[in-house]
């Protein structure tokens, strides 16, 4: 089994920017990929970014792109999501996830991630 954490949410002006930390523990061998989804109340949860563990490949979701960027520390079993420019539309729980199998480029769909953080606000004030 996995387990992630996740840190670094709270409360932004829009304009501002923050960063999320997860950080794997337990067999983190088994972990490919890792990423992010995020969910409003009501709504689905929608792909982020991932990275690949062993060459870096990201992906981001279109919403994201050019605002977010993602990033790993191999060594300490963690990702990272710096968000800039943050939009009071990006208000939602954040979650960390991750996957067990090997792919060239991170999946965007949530039936690809095996393990989940528990999630982390952000909110961003107009």
């Known amino acids: 089994q996995v387990q992630l954490v996740e840190s670094g949410g709270g409360l932004v002006q829009a304009g501002g920017s923050l960063r999320l930390s997860c950080t794997a523990s337990?067999?983190?061998?088994?972990?490919?990929?890792m990423g992010w989804f995020r969910q409003a109340p009501g709504k689905e949860r929608e792909f982020v970014a991932g990275?690949?563990?062993?060459?870096?490949?990201?992906d981001y979701g279109d919403s994201v792109k050019s605002r977010f960027t993602i990033s790993r520390d191999n060594a300490r079993n963690t990702v990272y999501l710096q968000m800039n420019s943050l939009k009071p539309e990006d208000t939602r729980v954040y979650y960390c996830t991750a996957d067990r199998r090997e792919r060239t480029v991170p999946s965007p769909r949530i039936y690809a991630y095996d393990y989940w953080g528990q999630g982390t606000q952000v909110t961003v004030s107009s």
């Open positions: 990275i690949t563990w062993s060459n870096g490949n990201t």
């Open positions: 337990g067999r983190t061998n088994s972990i490919y990929t």
